[in-house]
């Protein structure tokens, strides 16, 4: 298993903006090989909003994210994260 994981910091009042990106972004892997399941998730004692992608392999992840990628490319993400987003390709181990 291969699991992709976001960490997102939103500005005040951008959270529904990035959580609607995010969707988007899951929207756009429906159907793609190899895809287990997309969760957007939110934690609310930090405000921080966690991307999480379960892929039956790296290699179908690489196969598909651009369709993802592309769904959000013109997304104002400088306007929506008060903070770089951090970014985990997670292995089991």
């Known amino acids: ?24 972004f899951g929207e756009a892997l429906a159907g793609a090989p190899g895809l287990i399941s997309v969760h957007t998730l939110h934690d609310p004692d930090e405000d921080v909003l966690v991307g999480l992608a379960l892929w039956e392999s790296e290699e179908a992840f690489r196969a598909s994210v651009g369709l993802a990628r592309a769904a959000v490319a013109d997304d104002p993400f400088d306007d929506w994260e008060a903070e770089d987003v951090t970014g985990y390709r997670l292995t089991e181990v």
Not at 1 to 18: N, V
């Open 1 to 24: 298993m291969f699991t992709h994981l976001s960490i997102h910091h939103p500005k005040p009042g951008q959270r529904d903006a990035l959580i609607a990106s995010m969707h988007r």
